[in-house]
Every structure is written in C-alpha cells, then in structure tokens.
C-alpha cells in the first residue's frame, strides 16, 4: 500500500491538501492546543472529550478508506494506521491488540507537546482516532481513553479501547 504522505495532493492554486476525497490541513500543535490552554478547566474538559468524538466519527472515514486500499484486510489496517500517523506528524505509534481491546503506545504526540504541562491527559484527537480504528477492527462499539499523557509527566502516552461489554475504560 502507498504511505499516506505519498498520496497526499499539496494544490496550491485551491489551496488545498487532499488524499483523494478526504481533506486535511496544516496546523502547529502549539496554536491548536493553545486555544485549549486559553479555556477554563470545565471547558476545556468539554472540548477535550469534543475533539474525541469528533475525530472518531470524522477520522472513521479515513480508516475505512486504508482498509479498503489493503483489499479489506484487518490484519495489515494496524501498520497501515501506524504509518499513517507517523506521516501526519502525529507521532510514532505502536499497537496492542489483544481480545476485543487495542492498546496503543504513542511516542512524541504533537498534542501533548503543542499542550505542554498538563494535570490531565489532553491527546483527545489519538482517543477518538484509536476509537474508530477499534471500533472498524472489531465491528463493534468501543470506548477508548488515555491512560498516560506526556504532557502529565509520563513517558509516553498510553490508550486502551475495549468493545463494550468487556472491562471498559476508565
């Protein structure tokens, strides 16, 4: 399969960057995350949990879309997703399958270090990107949280997503 970054169309006279139908923008973590700064804890927890849902029902499309360019095969979508997020800059991913749950290690998060210190985690886009690769994985309902976030002092920044009906995410 041809990596995201090699299928990305950069058309300067529309002023547009686009994988076939599927429209994507340039952004620096920092401005982004720092209108996050700017809000009120309270609001900001809304917002958070937002950008989750939002990515995962808008990012669904663009999982789908890898998993047809495999042929429909879920074995190879989890390195197909990984190199995805590497070439959007969202950091370097490593996945955790197990039974009806999906682990994920994201190493350098543009959001935790666009955010800076946090006493929460606040890579809400990774939580809603891994829910709708959970959810097309496993053709279920899933929950999906951070568990760690670099911005919070940790190392890396860990996620689960379970299928609803197993031990669900705190």
């Known amino acids: 399969m041809t990596r995201l970054a090699q299928r990305l169309a950069f058309d300067a006279q529309r002023g547009e960057i ?8 340039m952004l620096r973590p920092d401005v982004l995350m720092g209108m996050l700064l700017r809000l ?7 917002a958070l949990g937002a950008f989750a849902a939002s990515v995962a029902q ?16 879920r074995g190879r979508l989890l390195d197909a997703m990984q190199d995805a997020a590497a070439d959007l800059g969202w ?12 682990g994920l290690t994201v190493e ?6 666009g955010f800076g210190s946090s006493q929460h985690p606040v890579c ?8 709708a690769v959970a959810e097309i994985l496993f053709e279920a309902d899933v929950a999906s949280v951070e568990r760690t976030c670099a911005a919070a002092g940790a190392g890396l920044c860990v996620f689960e997503a379970a299928v609803h009906g ?5």
């Open 108 to 113: 350098n998060s543009p959001f935790a270090c």
């Open 166 to 170: 197993r031990e669900t995410p705190r």
């Open 58 to 73: 808008h990012g669904r499309a663009s999982v789908l879309a890898y998993l047809d360019r495999l042929g429909g095969d």
């Open 40 to 46: 009120d804890p309270p609001a900001r927890q809304a």
């Open 91 to 102: 950091g370097q991913w490593r996945f955790d399958p197990a039974e009806r749950a999906l």
């Open 124 to 131: 809400a886009p990774i939580v809603g990107m891994l829910q």
């Open 18 to 25: 686009r994988d076939q139908t599927r429209r994507y923008l």
